[in-house]
């Protein structure tokens, strides 16, 4: 049957055809989807794991015990899992293994620009990088023949523009294989010295022989054009690019298995064509790997490393006329990222905000503190930093600076990677102070379920850990559970912690207001007799606020009613009265 798909949806489907029985992932955008897709399939279990490094070990494991695995994340993801990744490559595989990653050229909701490509060729794991959702599916299903045939697993890389778009795929049915027998044999499995020495030559060996199958595999095709004043060598959304931009003008080798890249097929591909040229996102990748090869390329002082290309840009940058883009009659003013109505960060921020702290941020939603009116946080650098920062920062300032900095970190990313940093402040005894944004729910990749909220990503009630108590089993002795829509409470707390001379953690606790299962009581009313016209609202950054003709106005399809507003208002024009 012929369907429109996502890039993810289809590489879902391909996952349940080629008889995947074991999913887990972390989730990150843009490869969110794929996990939850296939979840949406009984005959497969999927879970969410807490972070990608433990997903990739669990997905190892599922395939040593004879079942094909899969486990999914975005580029900086694959940073978690590379300790495993790098020695699964000596291990080899039993069932198939495949790994599936996604990078965000143009950062679209990433804190860099990363190409997992350098991955796939370091660690000498095959890649396969699909260019729309049929090839999504179909490479999935082909991922699985090879990992099985050449012992390894293999990467399958995803990108914004194919994980988020549309394109025609026709499914099939699901063929499961026998389960594979697992054998114990320690020279296989234990990557100690001894047996690792003998593998690394296989591994090499496995890269030959592949590079041998990348030479004839249709995945690495070439389609003629009809000048040759150019050859195009490209991949993944960079090849749709190509073909909208200059259709069949001039020939194209594409390849699908980006690495190990064929030799003998792109020579003899160059000697075809007066000038090569290389069209890819990011990094110089295939542009090197033929430089290697000894040939005259163009890539890089084209076309830039820096953000995602597109018609227009492969138009222009080889002499094609390009149609001006019509502008509008008015400039649209900015709209700049700001939290949800009702947040319950915004107001923990503010108070942030007010004490004039330092404070080391992490990643998620909550990030949006960084920004006006808020402009509540220092730093942001990858999962966990902000409590592993924090315990640097205080050691290396006086006792007085060290008292007025705090980290921020959500309830998912304290799970996958904050706990390990909250072990070194008890252990190395900082006066450190954790402020947990415990909202419920993994909300900044859509609403995830995560070892905290008692839920696994089918729905079902599993075993919830408890923030408290996991913090106190680590070495914290001081821990308290606020609210963050009650301000003087946040702010107290705070400060208390700040005061007290040994770690502490500080749980802010309420559900994402975006979350269908809470209710809200409804809309502030505003009081335009009582408004003074003084704007202390607008100073919490909330969306369902603004000023007209000098008055406060609430926005009733927006507000939630959370209060934090009125808690501001000195005048008494913002209350629950009447407006709920």
């Not at 975005?74 to 899992?81: F, Q």
């Not at 640097?392 to 006792?399: I, L, R, S, Y």
Request: charged share 20%.
């Amino acid at each position: 049957m012929k369907t429109l798909m996502l890039g993810n949806e289809a590489v879902a489907r391909g996952l349940y055809e080629a008889g995947c029985s074991f999913v887990s992932s972390y989730p990150g955008t843009p490869s969110t989807e794929i996990t939850e897709c296939v979840a949406k399939y009984e005959e497969v279990y999927a879970e969410w794991a807490p972070n990608e490094k433990v997903a990739l070990e669990a997905a190892f494991g599922a395939s040593l015990a004879g079942k094909r695995s899969f486990c999914a994340m975005k580029h900086v993801g694959l940073n978690v899992a590379a300790d495993p990744l790098f020695t699964i490559s000596y291990t080899g595989v039993n069932a198939g293994l495949i790994i599936g990653v996604a990078d965000d050229a143009g950062m679209h909701s990433s804190q860099n620009e990363q190409d997992s490509r350098h991955y796939a060729k370091s660690s000498k794991i095959p890649m396969l990088e699909p260019s729309d959702s049929a090839e999504g599916l179909a490479f999935a299903k082909l991922a699985y023949e090879l990992s099985e045939k050449f012992d390894t697993a293999v990467l399958l890389k995803m990108c914004t523009r194919v994980s988020h778009s549309q394109s025609v795929v026709e499914t099939g049915e699901r063929q499961v294989p026998a389960q594979k027998k697992y054998e114990k044999n320690p020279a296989k499995y234990i990557m100690m010295p001894a047996y690792a020495k003998k593998k690394h030559p296989l591994v090499e060996e496995r890269t030959k022989a592949l590079t041998e199958w990348a030479e004839t595999t249709e995945i690495n095709r070439i389609e003629p054009g009809e000048k040759k004043t150019y050859g195009i060598i490209t991949s993944s959304t960079c090849y749709q690019y190509v073909k909208e931009a200059l259709g069949d003008t001039y020939p194209v080798l594409k390849l699908g298995m980006i690495w190990p890249m064929p030799e003998k097929k792109i020579k003899d591909f160059a000697a075809t064509v007066e000038k090569l040229i290389v069209v890819e996102e990011l990094d110089g990748f295939i542009e090197a790997h033929c430089r290697n090869l000894g040939l005259a390329v163009s890539g890089k002082e084209l076309f830039s490393g820096i953000g995602e290309l597109s018609q227009n840009i492969v138009k222009e940058k080889l002499g094609q006329a390009v149609k001006a883009g019509e502008t509008l009659s008015e400039e649209i003013p900015a709209r700049p990222p700001v939290m949800c109505a009702g947040c319950p960060h915004r107001s923990l921020f503010y108070v942030l905000k007010k004490l004039n702290l330092t404070v080391l941020g992490d990643i998620g939603c909550y990030t949006l503190g960084a920004v006006a009116p808020l402009n509540a946080i220092d730093t942001t650098v990858c999962m966990g930093a902000s409590v592993s920062g924090l315990h640097g920062f205080v050691k290396a300032q006086d006792e007085e600076a060290a008292g007025r900095t705090v980290a921020v970190i959500g309830d998912s990313t304290f799970i996958h990677s904050g706990v390990t940093g909250l072990i070194n402040i008890a252990y190395n005894e900082s006066n450190s102070t954790v402020i947990i944004l415990d909202n419920s729910i993994t909300g900044m990749t859509g609403h995830q379920q995560n070892p905290t909220t008692g839920y696994n990503l089918k729905g079902d009630p599993c075993t919830k850990i408890d923030l408290e108590s996991l913090c106190h089993a680590v070495g914290i002795k001081r821990v308290r559970v606020v609210d963050p829509y009650d301000m003087e409470a946040c702010q107290t707390a705070i400060k208390e912690e700040l005061a007290a001379m040994e770690p502490s953690v500080i749980i802010s606790r309420r559900p994402c207001a975006l979350l269908k299962y809470v209710k809200h009581p409804g809309p502030i009313c505003a009081d335009p007799e009582k408004c003074k016209g003084c704007k202390a609202c607008m100073n919490i950054g909330c969306p369902a606020i603004s000023m007209e003709n000098g008055k406060v106005k609430i926005d009733n399809t927006l507000c939630v009613g959370c209060g934090v507003c009125g808690q501001l208002c000195k005048f008494g024009a913002l209350s629950a009265e009447g407006g709920r």
